[in-house]
């Protein structure tokens, strides 16, 4: 299994945030990134949530995404 970075790592905080941005080769985490964007942009309480299902997604797609997750580090 692909190693993902904690939900701790300042990483899924710049992702949500839309610091960081990344085109990825799977689609479906680019969807899952622009949707946890905007919803963090409309409300900041959601922020950590939003942080959360991000990893959990990252997670379950591990093999496909990590490579490109390491390259945002």
């Known amino acids: 299994m692909a190693q993902i970075p904690p939900p701790g790592d300042p990483l899924w ?10 085109k990825f080769s799977l689609f479906a985490a680019n969807m899952a990134v ?10 900041t309480a959601r ?7 991000l990893h959990q997604f990252f997670s379950k797609y ?8 390491g390259a945002l580090k």
């Open 13 to 22: 905080d710049r992702m949500v945030s839309g610091a960081t941005s990344r």
């Open 34 to 43: 622009a949707r946890a964007v905007r919803i963090a942009a409309s409300d």
């Open 47 to 53: 922020k950590p949530a939003m942080i959360a299902e």
């Open 62 to 69: 591990g093999d496909e995404v990590a490579a490109e997750l």
